[in-house]
């Protein structure tokens, strides 16, 4: 069985899937997995070698890739696949059903061009308002499903956190994770106290509220400035959480979590790739 290896590198972790080679009509999921980036030369044999290695009827054919890492994450994926056809995707590369108005495309985070694509094969003419929330949180607008308007990019979650943790002597270091943990456990409290701005009453409370308003503010001011949206659709490792306090504040909007945007917007420029060559 011949497989095409879907990879998105961001700047924590790479999330991949394997998804058939030889077919321009489906997005059939093979396998799929994520490694955190600190452990790639460990983990990459790990998840591959079982199926990969040893199981000689399954060949990775093609790679399609984005990267928002350092360089040498994507010579460590490279390097372990040395015989595959490695593709690229660039902020520049040339998408025919995506018009860019970035003014420089080169600068454009792939990730963030992966995550449009697929947006649009999604929900074609739609005006979406795209959030990937992960190291850092970039909020894009997609006009009729097509046209790439500009965004925003502010710090992630943790990147707040932790910045506040690390810089000033009295505070806790706290982490995203812990958040969504005990926004799980407590939903409609959490909600609450979103809706009514309410002020937190310890210092990690206060940091823990301030930290989502901020991210909550910028999504608001986004949507206020636009007004234009019909979908807000979020991705990237810290969206349930960002979905946990977006959907009750935000009434007549959809919004919608797709955990593979940028493998889905990255299978799509595969396709697109594949039929420009027959």
Same mark, same amino acid.
């Given at each position: 069985?011949?497989?095409?290896?879907?990879?998105?590198?961001?700047?924590?972790?790479? !999330?991949?899937?394997?998804?058939?080679?030889?077919?321009?009509?489906? &997005?059939?999921?093979?396998?799929?997995?994520?490694?955190?980036?600190?452990?790639?030369?460990?983990?990459? %044999?790990?998840? &591959?070698?079982?199926? &990969?290695?040893?199981?000689?009827?399954?060949?990775?054919?093609?790679?399609?890739?984005?990267?928002?890492?350092?360089?040498?994450?994507?010579?460590?994926? !490279?390097?372990?696949? %040395?015989?595959?056809? &490695?593709?690229?995707?660039?902020?520049?590369?040339?998408?025919?059903?995506?018009?860019?108005?970035?003014?420089?495309?080169?600068?454009? *985070?792939?990730?963030?061009?992966?995550?449009?694509?697929?947006?649009?094969?999604?929900? %074609?003419?739609?005006?979406?308002?795209?959030?990937?929330?992960?190291?850092?949180?970039?909020?894009?607008?997609?006009?009729?499903?097509?046209?790439?308007? *500009?965004?925003?990019?502010?710090?992630?979650?943790?990147?707040?956190? !932790?910045?506040?943790?690390?810089?000033?002597?009295?505070?806790?270091?706290?982490?995203?994770?812990?958040?969504?943990?005990?926004?799980?456990?407590?939903?409609?409290?959490?909600?609450?106290?979103?809706?009514?701005?309410?002020?937190?009453?310890?210092?990690?409370?206060?940091?823990?509220?301030?930290?989502?308003?901020?991210?909550?503010?910028?999504?608001?001011?986004?949507?206020?400035?636009?007004?234009?949206?019909?979908?807000?659709?979020?991705? *990237? *490792?810290?969206? %349930?959480?960002?979905?946990?306090?977006?959907?009750?504040i935000l009434n007549g909007y959809k919004v919608k979590s797709e955990p593979n945007l940028i493998l889905i917007?990255?299978?799509?420029?595969?396709?697109n790739k594949k039929e420009s060559c027959l």
């Open positions: 069985m011949e497989l095409d290896l879907l990879l998105d590198i961001g700047n924590t972790r790479s !999330k991949w899937i394997t998804t058939l080679a030889n077919t321009l009509d489906s &997005f059939t999921i093979v396998q799929e997995g994520i490694i955190n980036n600190a452990e790639l030369v460990e983990q990459i %044999p790990v998840q &591959f070698s079982p199926s &990969f290695v040893l199981n000689q009827q399954q060949i990775i054919k093609n790679i399609y890739c984005t990267c928002v890492g350092p360089s040498e994450l994507l010579k460590t994926w !490279k390097n372990h696949f %040395p015989n595959t056809n &490695f593709n690229l995707l660039r902020g520049d590369t040339i998408v025919p059903s995506l018009q860019n108005n970035y003014l420089n495309p080169a600068e454009l *985070g792939t990730d963030r061009l992966a995550g449009m694509i697929g947006a649009s094969t999604l929900h %074609p003419n739609k005006n979406i308002l795209i959030v990937a929330s992960g190291t850092a949180t970039t909020i894009d607008y997609l006009q009729s499903g097509s046209i790439f308007m *500009g965004g925003w990019i502010i710090p992630g979650f943790d990147l707040m956190l !932790k910045s506040l943790g690390k810089s000033t002597a009295n505070l806790p270091l706290l982490e995203a994770n812990q958040l969504l943990k005990e926004s799980s456990n407590n939903p409609s409290a959490k909600a609450q106290r979103i809706s009514q701005l309410a002020l937190g009453k310890s210092t990690k409370d206060a940091i823990e509220m301030g930290v989502i308003l901020s991210t909550l503010g910028a999504i608001q001011l986004a949507i206020n400035q636009i007004n234009q949206i019909e979908m807000i659709l979020l991705t *990237g *490792g810290n969206a %349930p959480l960002l979905e946990s306090y977006l959907l009750p917007g990255i299978n799509s420029w595969r396709l």
